[in-house]
């Protein structure tokens, strides 16, 4: 059967092809209007100064935390949104207590200081400190072959280094992170007394870097204390410990965990022209670790998902889906939050179609990874094009973000804005990262790139 | 007529498949080589800490800028290289003198200090400093429009902002960079007694950002002197002068221009194993402007390129044609090197293939742009899949280098590596470009970008 003669057939291509092109010309002057507001009008650097500088770290549970959730709701309120209000959740309270206090002690008495930290979520050390010999590890694999003769009554000493060798830093620090995350849990089976571990850094500088760790089921009594140590105080050790294997260290450190205590989520809305109940969801998060202002981990993303809105109600896009920004409470150290929200989802069965989340730094945009089924991820690569004058190039296949992470199952596409990774981890959970170290450009266009890929969603929808 | 059967055609077909991926299989553990030694055993760094903290800035004709003749001389023989030489060239001397001094003063006498700098080039005010009024222009063709009438005895203030919609920061320095560097000229044409431009620097901020600028073919006793002033100072000053038209400026400089001197580019060189007499050259400039150390304008393409020809030795790699490192001497304030050495190339007749130049900072790398004709940026196009696993993604046909550019003509393609470039023009020309702005890793990724492209220029040439 021939359902169309050819001229029919060739002016349908044609209407096809011409109807594309008026889209991606329609959309190209979109996205110039977009970017060019962001980096001439922009106003996410300015809510960073105010988040890192006059609010400063935001903590879980700290009052930094909650005069934050109120500055970001106020802004939000500020920007004329269809919706702004806060999502009740239970966080954990964790706190560092005094500076902590460390020292390698050699055979000869000497003491050298060095730089620690205890780890999110770490038991104390007695009142008088810890101190103990030192077994250096490069892994927990390593914990069994050394067994409790080896390990009992010590200070367990992870020292496996980020591998340089990668070029996306986050690699690295996923073939890393077990031994701060699962040490002193995985130690302390073998009779351990406390745990060092070298800190996520790929150079070598003074700082150490702050982070969540876990104890899993091991029994409240039976948690030994966790603190990492500055690349440099690492390197010192290790090589010190060369010399006298049986040197000590000694660590004080005052932290607790306090009872849960309530929090919110703070979400603006702007309410879909023609598919107001289909939502698409912007967000980063709104805690950061004590050690610093958290600028780039996450104050960055907030207020770039907070400008994505703003640029919308700027440029005067009335979204045809409800566009949502979500800071999530609590990634660092528990990620209630991203679990909050993605409970309420399915209780109320909002329909979710697209979320992005940045919480990779505020550094220049390179692009975006999705999480998300091959007919949808083909979608989206025809968007790629659009991007090429803002040199954005990176389309590919991965994980979107922690705290909309829950959400997978009951939406289509989860997506991370992927910032260039180069210098994240010389800032990550450590006293550096702070205000100065985000440059206002770099933040906007990363902006700009959230919104312009919101934008298309809106337009084109996931399926 | 049957060239061939089909069979045939399958066969050579199949061939030429397999052909290309086993280059391809053996380029990308070339590849991976290269960016593994350069990430876990760089020098670069170490290098750029020398030329920067040790020896410092390096204005053509200075101690310093003869200091880092010797000293990179000294590396490169250090590496094995087959040849090692300096290149005689004559270059300007200028100096900056004493600090520069200057001040807006009110109607009412008051007198606010602001941050100027004299720019490369000029001459100085009178011994007792100028005194004038000021008039804003936003560009050199308002000029004629005010005339003399308006402009004999003024000081003129160019005070047209970069562009900040524009992506890629060059293209916004290339939009402005006319008033710097013939404004005083122009100026002076209608009586005018100095010129202030603003800084081109995207952000705001109090540091002046120095820069070359000429006179042409002004008589000596026309020229008029010229200073850059901050950004901050910029803004400060157009507010001012919108309440108080009358105010006065003052500015005092002290620079002068002495006598050429005797200074070299420095030439490393791999001798081709099997084309000794075909040249492919890899370079930066080594002079920089006096405000700073240079590290990023152009402490880091002179490291990168003396790191290129390290990683081949270091990888035991023996390239087929000769490849040079040349780290040219007074791109900032002349340009001599580089003619120098193009006027050499073209005296002997040495053939050379290709040239790369790193001079855009030590920012991440995204990219190579290539100033070559159709068939050969083809081919390079070809090699692009190669550089996706180091987020090399920017192909792009464009301008090569200042240094290198007199070689046009006499060679088949020059390319210019392409960093990211967001930051770029907070620090260009100005106090802050010093070694702490330089990220280790992102120099080491641009470097490895280079030795790349040189490997592959060198296995499949330039026809």
Redesign the interface.
Known sequence: MKLFSTPTVLFLLLFSTISTSQNAVKDSIMLKKI??AA??EGKSYEWLDYLSNEIGSRLSGSIEAETAVKYTEAQLNELGLDKVWLQPVMVPRWTRGFKEYAYIETLTGEKTITEICALGGSVPTPNLGLKAEVVEVHGIEELASLGEEKLAGKIVFFNRPMD??L???FEAYGGCVDQRYSGAAEAGKYGAVGVIVRSMN??LDDLPHAGAMSYGDTPVNMRIPAAAISTNGAEYLSSLLKLQPNLMFYFKQNCKTYDDVLSHNVIGEITGSTNPNEFMIVGGHLDSWDLADGSHDDGAGCVQSMEVLRLFKKIGYKPKHSIRVVLFMNEENGLRGGKKYAEEVKRTGEKHLFALESDAGGF?P?GFSFQTNEANFKKVQSWQALFK???I??FEKGHGGADIGPLEGNIDVLAGLRP?S??YF?HHHAANDIFEHV????LE?GAASMASLVYLFDMYGTK
Chains 1, 2 share one sequence.
């Open positions: 970017y060019t980096l001439t340089a060798s070029i996306n830093t790929l150079r220049t390179r004058p803002y040199l190039h990176y260039d180069q210098r010389d440059n206002k450009r770099e266009l």
